[in-house]
């Protein structure tokens, strides 16, 4: 009986680390029928697969688009406000607040809806069961795009964070080699590898190429990133440029700076691991150390009693 106590609780905390495990950002819909057709082209992937994968990203899409206007007209627009830079944080540009709310309002109605679907198929629990867990899928199903959202913007701060004095060395090399700051921008466009920083860096880019002023455009990365380190990065540039101080020299300090940052995060990191370390030992490797240790010493008083 014991043994199997341990087996459900392990099923039960793998089973919601699972759930809540963190997950890649999620691209936009039009940039993954991109590739699927890419991989098409180049027969990496199956025409009928990659058909009927971009009719369910499009029709995805459809659902979301027609539900948006209705939600513009219900919805108050401070809170429409409000949500915009939230996309924004996360990297989801190109889709507006009220898709993400329409987003809430599907998955209000899907989450009741399968869980009504498997109650009559499998679990068949009794009315008072079946109204709570109802409830709850509903308000779940409604809080999760923005449970996603949240995963999506912290995993993306992380990237940035980790890969911005990288890229701020790179900047500095072009600076100290007579490049301006569009021409260092652009170095990390070209030669950096795929991902948030990089895309960052493009944005601001082609901002300044635009005519917004570089105080600006530096502000607006802030505001667009929310991260600490990037924000002094943004104002340190800001003060370069209003102030006239060389601009390789700040990008030096920043680097600096970051690359300490890094490190003492890393460190923080490194502290907590044995208190998370403590959890899995103590659910998993405790008890099975204490089953084959005491288990024959148990098996054999029973035995002998029965005897």
Known sequence: MLVLIYALVAIGIT?????????KPQEDITLRVRRLQ?????????PAVAQQATKMAQAMAQSRHILAPLVKRVVNADRIANIQPLLAH????????????????FMAIAFPLGFVILNIGLFQFELGLTILFFMGSAYL???WPLISLNRQTKSRQQAIFRSLPDALDLMTICV???LGINGALQAVVARAKPSPIRDEMDRTLREMQLGKPRAQAWRDLSARVNLRELSSFAIAMVQAEQMGTGLAKTLKVQSQLLREARWRFAQE???????????????????VIFIVIFGPIVLKFIIDGAL
């Open 15 to 23: 089973l919601f680390l699972m759930a809540f495990a963190r997950s």
């Open 38 to 46: 890419e991989r098409v082209n180049t027969g990496a992937l199956n």
């Open 269 to 287: 990191k490194a502290q907590t691991a044995p208190i998370k370390m403590a959890i899995p030992l103590a659910l998993f490797i405790f008890p």
């Open 90 to 105: 996360a990297g989801r540009y190109e889709e507006s607040a009220a898709d993400l709310i329409a987003q809430q309002v």
């Open 176 to 178: 100290e080699a007579g």
């Open 141 to 143: 199903g409604f809080r």
